[in-house]
């Protein structure tokens, strides 16, 4: 049983972990004030959800999330998809792409609450900024890297452009689309909460920086914690639907298309 | 007879390089047609030609006496490597000919299964080409060809990655397929053996570069055959030995040259 031994040394490692930031919180030998305990935290946590005020806050932060996570993987694909299918708009557009995406997201964030105002729009569109090119970037690789043995073949047996699109690019493509839908997860967290940290009224982010305006670390990390578990829930989703759509892959070979 | 396929004076240069030049040749109705040559002679190029995905630089190709423009219509393709979709299973993929011409899935795959069960796959339906053996995706690839019924058959030496019973497997079940309905077919190999027992005529083209046809002899052989049989028949001997005699040369000269 070699994966129940693996799952043993995580837990233990874990377990650990938490034992010794406690023991040396309790024991003075790192500032409960800078560093809070895990048991304090836990409580903070358990204290959140149990008077139900973060509900509110994960709500915005899931809306939020979700919206960008959508937009932006929608624009980034299908840009992804025009780009690549008619290069000579790449070629234009290229200077252009790659100029947008050396912008340090965070330094919209300002921009974007002029723009949108305080409320939940702001964040998307951070949120966006960040997805797009995630998800951009990995749709034009893969459909660039199809083989074009089976293109021929498909065009050879008859099929008309739309069709590629459907049987052949987009399925092709289908294992870049969804490596970077496990990173834009991610990001999107990141555009929300960074958002709402810079200027807001609710979210986690603001939950955050409320706690952090008045010194209290163990209301950033039960925040940091709770942003945690949410990402890593999106992700085990994302990864379920994946093994779903991608049955067609072998084993051995992760990711290819030929 | 008015042939079904013809190249006339057909040159096609990549860049300085000049693969196949002044090439004539016209393929009958309902004739299986051999192209030997050494590697690298060009046989593949005079393919990609008939297809249409390759315009000669001069000289022009007649399909039923009509210049072919852009991709050959009635034309099937079967390459040497897989050119199947991975992400399909082996009934959609040869279901999906069908559906490129706007036959519903249900009637496509209900055509598909019998097609599969014609190349002996009827109990492989659901499986991916990745769970498939070489022998058959190739079966598959056949299928896929043959379902949207082309009057010429192209091959580019599409049983060379196969092992040798597999191989001889599939030329005989090549033969029986074509024996119901007599297609037209443009068989590329550099195997003189498999050329003379599959074909009504062979052509040797001369070791590459500005390779041309340099000798067409028509093989007599009664059918239907049985290919690993026919090979051990005096009047196949005597036709593989003054075939050779024009081919040894060509091989050589390609050595010496690469």
């Not at chain 1, 008045?214 to 990864?239: H, K, N, Q, R, W």
Request: with cysteine.
């Amino acid at each position: 049983m070699r994966g129940l031994r693996v799952r043993l040394w995580q837990a233990g490692l874990l377990l650990g972990f938490l034992l010794l930031w406690e023991w040396a919180s309790r024991t003075g030998r790192i500032d409960p004030f800078f560093f809070s305990l895990p048991s304090a935290i836990a409580q903070r946590v358990w204290r959140w959800f149990a008077t139900g005020e973060v509900y509110p806050h994960l709500y915005i932060t899931t809306v939020e999330m979700l919206l960008a996570f959508a937009l932006g993987t929608l624009l980034g694909v299908v840009f992804g998809l025009w780009l690549a299918l008619a290069p000579a708009v790449a070629a234009v557009l290229d200077p252009y792409v790659k100029a947008l995406n050396a912008i340090p997201r965070v330094v919209l964030a300002p921009i974007f609450t002029l723009w949108f105002g305080l409320g939940v729009l702001s964040k998307v569109a951070l949120g966006v900024t960040l997805v797009f090119f995630v998800a951009f970037f990995n749709t034009y690789q893969g459909v660039k890297e199809v083989s074009p043995l089976v293109l021929q073949n498909a065009r050879l047996l008859g099929a008309k452009p739309s069709h590629l699109l459907r049987h052949v690019y987009l399925p092709a493509a289908a294992s870049w689309i969804f490596s970077s839908l496990r990173t834009s997860i991610g990001f999107a967290v990141i555009g929300a909460v960074v958002g709402e940290y810079l200027g807001s009224a609710a979210g986690l982010g603001y939950l955050i920086a409320q706690a952090e305006g008045v010194f209290d670390t163990t209301g950033v990390f039960a925040g940091m914690v709770v942003l945690m578990a949410f990402v890593l829930a999106l992700d085990a989703l994302v990864g379920t639907v994946e093994r779903r759509l991608l049955v067609w892959r072998s084993k051995e070979r992760e990711g290819g298309s030929a | 007879m008015a042939s079904f396929l013809e190249f006339r004076q057909v040159t096609v240069a990549f860049g300085d390089y000049v693969a196949v030049e002044g090439v004539s040749l016209a393929l009958a109705p309902g004739a299986f047609v051999s192209l030997v040559g050494p590697t690298g002679c060009g046989k593949s190029t005079l393919l990609n030609v008939a297809a249409g995905l390759l315009a000669p630089s001069r000289g022009e190709v007649l399909l039923e006496g009509r210049p072919l423009k852009g991709l050959n219509p009635v034309a099937g393709y079967l390459f040497q490597q897989d050119a199947i979709l991975p992400w399909k299973t082996a009934l959609d993929n040869v279901a999906l000919p069908l559906v490129f011409r706007g036959v519903p899935w249900g009637e496509a795959r209900e055509r598909a299964r019998v097609w599969l069960e014609k190349v002996g796959l009827g109990r492989f339906l659901r499986h991916y080409p990745h769970q498939l053996s070489g022998g058959m995706r190739k079966r598959v690839g056949l299928a896929q060809v043959l379902i949207a019924g082309p009057k010429l058959l192209l091959m580019d030496e599409p049983f060379s990655a196969l092992d040798i019973q597999t191989r001889q497997l599939m030329e005989n079940e090549l033969l029986r397929l074509w024996q119901e309905d007599r297609k037209t077919v443009l068989f590329v190999t550099h195997d003189l053996e498999e050329a003379i027992a599959l074909s009504d005529r062979v052509v040797v083209m001369s070791a590459g570069p500005r390779s041309r046809p340099i000798g067409d002899f028509p093989i007599p052989l009664p059918r239907p055959r049985d290919v690993a049989e026919i090979r051990l028949t005096p009047e196949f001997l005597r036709l593989h030995r003054e075939i050779w005699e024009l081919l040894r040369g060509e091989v050589l000269r390609a050595h010496a040259g690469a």
